[in-house]
């Protein structure tokens, strides 16, 4: 049969045709009015996707990229920070901060588990100028609890806490402002349903007071000098121009979802993806799948664990071959132990019902067991009907 | 939930993506070089599309306008022309003959069955001047038995066919030039996966030499102008660009589909919608649904019967409202007793479940009654299951 290409990868996802067609449409320069009132209706429409009154910027890089501004604008070399890692994205700060001579302290979960609150409390010391997490971990699917982590954090008076809400913004609640979280930083390729190519974040007060002391080499990512050009619509660097017509298209998409309301667009958007996370939870568990993730999945993603004595890989390479879709294998040292389903951003029900019936094709090719055909769509027909008749 | 809008109408179809930026990219006057060379080529992909030798032509026009050129090139007031006729499409055939002046006689089949040969072959005299035929009939579903028909045309000496392929191409196995079929009439819209407004046709030698005698007044539609501008390169009047260069891009996809051979990728597209309909026919037969053209149902579409005391028209404001799918209602005195789902051109695996697992909960909504869900995905997969390990 015909196969489209169909990404169901957590990031990128699939692109908002609306958005594809401004992007090919854009084309004005950077230093010009017209791209000056894109970039602030932008920054504003994030501010309220973020759902946030601190600055909002954006950064044409990769979500890594505002990583290493939250890392070298808020410290200086030899700080203590404090990094809450449960899979590889965790890793991935105490890489960063390694790379900036921070002194490392960690909170660490097995993969596929949630960070332990308690043991965060226990760690944190006055003395720890910053601490990192992710909102949800993308490599193992779990969410982590930044609303009981940020109350350890705003405790302590010169304690900055910033959260990677690369993969958690669009697909989870947060309360930025009244949490206290000093950075949450976000990615184009997720929930907003463009390319990569844009990191944002916003930044609090506290943050901003921060930069004024610390030390670590900083020159693309000095958010200070970002926060000044973005005063007058700009950017300090060349700007990824289209990308930013892109994003402009996706927030009116969100604004539309929310039939005029961007903050309930928002919500929308959130709650399309826990209703993907919960159809396809189901799905994959009325196939005799366990989740990698059981106690805390992100509606981001669902990470499911590959069966017994089967690599992931070849249910990987299966979807990709027999249906033109592309499901995410585990990264690194999980690679062949799971595959990944995305719901963030541009996903609706025929999404979900389409992969978990292809799942089944799969499932029955890699097992060589028997598949009883409908059922896991029928799992998440039952959690989708639930809801919609509540 | 989020709702992707979906088509599933038999026309337009999704559109290709490829072909959606090669239109979007595409701003050459029609007067150059640029123009002249994707134009031939186009014209040379279609003779291999629609697998002839004879002359293609595009008009840009909806399909109708060469099915108008078809009856006045072929036709002068007053000729004998035997219109057959099962659904709204046969009918179209009947005013067109009717506004030119021509003598009709009809072979006249109920909505929702197929044209029977042997009425034909009464009716067929040697003073008949043109057979006009559709392939599938669009609004019922039903596909005719061309090559039948063609055997009894191609008896007669003076006796043109001209056959309506518009949701046929790409969708059913013709053999243009051995069954002998004089013009054969696609539309852009359909299989070949791009908006409306290109119609093209093959015409053969007989149509041409018929055209040196006939008298229907034209203009627009002059095919021996049309032919000898082809010649040249061109088009006689101004052609719509852009979608040739959408026609280019989708007639390299279906190349692709085979694998460098567009033969064999028209192959592929035709098992691909005949696949698509053998799903969605046992799907829907598992819910209950009694197909609205069981004896010869088209690969291009499925027309199914509403249920006895339901409207089709709420049918497909559920599949709107909840789901953001357009499926087709019936047309004219059709409408509110059936629905359509359409297979042809840009529809996959996944398409095809998610609109019968879609069709449970409208199922369920409308009739009031239980279903069992994941029924008809089931019963669809099955026939996937059995025709991939074949």
New interface residues.
């Given amino acids: 049969?015909?196969?489209?290409n169909?990404l169901f990868t957590p990031g990128p996802t699939p692109l908002l045709p609306a958005a594809q067609?401004a992007m090919?449409a854009y084309g004005a320069h950077h230093r010009t009015a017209d791209f000056r009132a894109l970039f602030s209706r932008v920054l504003a429409d994030l501010k309220e996707f973020i759902g946030t009154k601190n600055d909002v910027l954006v950064l044409t890089s990769s979500g890594t990229g505002f990583m290493e501004a939250s890392l070298t604008n808020l410290t200086s070399p030899g700080d203590k920070v404090l990094v809450l890692t449960a899979g590889k994205f965790g890793e991935r700060w105490v890489s960063l901060a390694k790379a900036f001579g921070c002194a490392i302290e960690t909170v660490t979960a097995p993969y596929g588990e949630t960070i332990p609150v308690d043991e965060v409390r226990a760690k944190l010391k006055p003395d720890i100028r910053c601490v990192y997490v992710q909102a949800t971990e993308s490599s193992t699917g779990a969410r982590h609890d930044v609303e009981g982590i940020s109350k350890l954090v705003r405790a302590l008076p010169d304690t900055l806490l910033v959260v990677d809400g690369i993969t958690g913004l669009g697909t989870t609640r947060f309360d930025v402002d009244g949490w206290g979280i000093d950075i949450i930083i976000g990615g184009s390729q997720k929930a907003l349903m463009i390319p990569p190519g844009l990191a944002y974040g916003a930044v609090s007060e506290r943050a901003w007071q921060r930069m004024e002391q610390t030390k670590s080499p900083r020159y693309y990512f000095d958010l200070r000098k970002e926060r000044k050009a973005a005063q007058k619509g700009e950017t300090s660097y060349t700007p990824a121009t289209s990308l930013f017509a892109g994003l402009a298209a996706a927030l009116d998409y969100i604004r539309q979802?929310g039939e005029g309301n961007l903050t309930a667009g928002r919500d929308?958007?959130v709650?399309?993806a826990e209703?993907?996370a919960a159809m396809t939870r189901a799905g994959v568990e009325a196939l005799g799948y366990k989740l990698f993730t059981p106690k805390s999945p992100a509606a981001a993603l669902t990470a499911v664990a590959s069966p017994t004595g089967i690599d992931s890989s070849t249910i990987v390479k299966h979807f990709r071959e027999?249906?033109?879709?592309v499901v995410a294998n585990g990264q690194a040292e999980m690679k062949g132990q799971l595959f990944r389903i995305a719901h963030l951003g541009?996903?609706?029900?025929?999404?979900t019902?389409?992969?978990l019936?292809?799942l089944?094709?799969v499932t029955?090719a890699v097992t060589g067991k028997a598949v009883?055909?409908?059922?896991a769509?029928?799992a998440a027909?039952?959690v989708?009907?639930r809801a919609?008749s509540s």
Same sequence: chains 1, 2.
């Avoid at 049969?1 to 489209?4: C, N, V």
């Fill in positions: 049969m015909l196969k489209k169909r067609n090919a979802m929308a958007l709650a399309n209703m993907c027999k249906f033109g879709a541009y996903y609706d029900y025929m999404d019902v389409g992969v019936a292809a089944e094709h029955a009883e055909f409908g059922s769509v029928r027909q039952e989708y009907a919609s």
